[in-house]
Nanobody
Framework: VQLQASGGGLVQAGGSLRLSCAAS????????IAWFRQAPGKEREGVSC????????YYEDSVKGRFTISRDNAKNTVYLQMNSLKPEDTAVYFC???????????????????WGKGTQVTVSS
C-alpha cells in the first residue's frame, strides 16, 4: 500500500502548481483522500479533502477559492490544483487516505488509514 505525492516545485507568488497523489495497493474509490501540509517549525495542517462516493469536498479557510481538489478513480489518483500561490503556502505537501467505512468526519484528522510521502512546494515572493 502506497501513496505518493508529486508535482511540487519552486514557483513565484501568484503562480500555480498541480499536485498528484497516486495510490497503489488499494483503490481510491473506497477512500476519502486528504491533502495536508507542514511548513518548517509548524504543525501539520489539513488543507483539503474529497469524499470517495459523491465528491464532496472540504477546504481549509486559507486556501478556499485558490485550491481545487479532484479525483480520477480510473487513474487511482487525486489532484490538488493550487492557484494564486502565496509565500505562506510554502510547505511539504502530502496526501493521506481514510476508508469510507470509517466515515467522512475522519478526513483531515490524525487517524487516517494511510499516509504518503510528501512533495516540497516553495513559493517565492
Amino acid at each position: 500500500v502506497q501513496l505518493q505525492a508529486s508535482g511540487g516545485g519552486l514557483v513565484q507568488a501568484g503562480g500555480s502548481l498541480r499536485l498528484s497523489c497516486a495510490a497503489s495497493g488499494f483503490t481510491v474509490d473506497d477512500y476519502s483522500i486528504a491533502w495536508f501540509r507542514q511548513a518548517p517549525g509548524k504543525e501539520r495542517e489539513g488543507v483539503s479533502c474529497i469524499s470517495s462516493s459523491d465528491g464532496v469536498t472540504y477546504y481549509e479557510d486559507s486556501v478556499k477559492g485558490r485550491f481545487t481538489i479532484s479525483r480520477d478513480n480510473a487513474k487511482n489518483t487525486v489532484y490538488l490544483q493550487m492557484n494564486s500561490l502565496k509565500p505562506e503556502d510554502t510547505a511539504v505537501y502530502f496526501c493521506a487516505a481514510v476508508s469510507t467505512s470509517r466515515g467522512w468526519a475522519l478526513c483531515l484528522t490524525d487517524v487516517m488509514d494511510y499516509w504518503g510521502k510528501g512533495t516540497q512546494v516553495t513559493v517565492s515572493s
